[in-house]
């Protein structure tokens, strides 16, 4: 897969990392400086990110001899990587009496949520792609609007992966790019806003203004049962060989896949797929060692807790910064010519859908924390948990109500309901019939979930009729 292979040398390595050292430090600074920009909350990671798309269109790494492909591909590789990286140490954390405090319905709700979320704004893309690649834009993939999801509901990550099995496996001119671009617009949609609809129902005095206090983190450092710091081994140097060691695995899984005969059916779709999927094999296998670790607890063959929480959000911090700004600066603009009628119109229809949508079922579903919930889950489904759990502390600076969990804890059902519409992933871009067909597939998901979702009121309906 391309994104393990890039020709970028040492020296050329430590140019990169201290441009994006040092841009990082200015967007923090101009961040907390400049009223406008601190007002967005758009990240840190976001303004250093389209500073150094901007940077590098007017030719900043020519003049260090790193050409462009190159550097391209290496960003579009730490956006991969960091996607991996960052979900295996989310995954690797400990399990909390945390999810006790809140209501394991809102949680499967907000998990329905956003599974529902992904595939209309599915719905949404393959629909406007599937019409322009057979009426004005002849060239286009009939399944690019499958990256509407990814990048607004997935970051850039995903956008990235898809985006170039796209054009690799199916000739879609720009699909990196396209996806990236995708979730680029995400968050600043998720911000702007997200910081909007704060001001209009401030005014409409629907949210009140949250009391301005420093916010106090209970979250533990270490417990006692860790790794002593007296011990010869760091806690941080830990975690980072546990993330490494499951990444190893996860290396060494989908390269035993790459190896299997599978026929032309499973070099063609199986075999990519699996590359795109590094992310999720990888928390299935940080999910089996921590199943590993209470066994021999259990046995007592192990007596210390060997992951630590608060390290570990750290690390996942760092790496999906890394994500977010490597993948903001692989945007390639100059390929995105041809593609700004489906770009402006997937993000355009996708975002006014994803808002009104998000809107409503947080209004019906969550009704003591309506803005909260709608906040937390809007943030999520246009950037990342991050975006989410920003704008929800403008409304929620102790995390007072359910929805922070609600956001943290939904992921597992997200994933497993989720799951067929990455499927289609790998059948939808086959031609125009079969994306034809996954967007039936896609809106019968969609009526079925609805049904879940809101089987109390249609069930209570029923019962007094």
Sequence with gaps: MAFWEFNINFKQLWIIIGIITVLFLISNVLRRKVGIIRKS???????????????KSLGLFELFNIDRKEINDF???????????????????????????????????????????????????????????VTFLKGLLPAAGLLLPL????????????????????????????????????????????????????????????????????????????????????????????????????????YGVEKLPLGTFGNEKVKPMVWGFNFLIGSLLAALLKVVFRGLKKANLMTRDYPNNYLLNRISGFSFDMMIITGTAAIEIEVLKELIVPLVLICLIGGIVTYFYVRKLSYVLFPCYQEEAFLSLFGMLTGTNSTGMILLREVDPSFETPAASNLIYQSFYAIALGFPLFLLLGVAPEGPIYTLISLIILIVMFIVFNIVLFRKQIFRKKDKA
């Design 41 to 55: 909350l758009l990240p840190t990671a976001i303004i250093a990110g389209l500073i150094l798309l901007i940077l």
């Design 75 to 133: 960003f579009e590789a730490m956006t991969y990587h960091g996607l991996g990286l960052g979900v295996i140490a989310m995954t690797l954390k400990s399990a909390t009496k945390e999810k006790a405090k809140g209501k394991q319905v809102d949680v499967f709700n907000s998990g329905l949520i956003t599974v529902n979320t992904y595939l209309v704004q599915a719905i949404i893309g393959v629909a406007i792609t599937l019409f322009l690649s």
């Design 151 to 254: 990048g607004f509901g997935q970051g850039s990550g995903q956008a990235v992966t898809f985006g170039e099995i796209f054009e690799t496996k199916h000739n879609f001119i720009g699909g990196a790019s396209f996806g990236l671009t995708i979730a680029t617009i995400g968050f600043l949609v998720a911000c702007f806003v997200g910081v909007g609809h704060i001001i209009l129902m401030r005014r409409r005095g629907k949210i009140k203004d949250a009391e301005k206090k420093e916010f106090v983190t209970t979250e533990v450092v270490a417990s006692p049962n860790e790794v002593p710091v007296t011990e010869a081994v760091d806690r941080m140097t830990i975690q980072v060989a546990l993330i490494l060691f499951v990444y190893f695995l996860t290396y060494l899984f989908m």
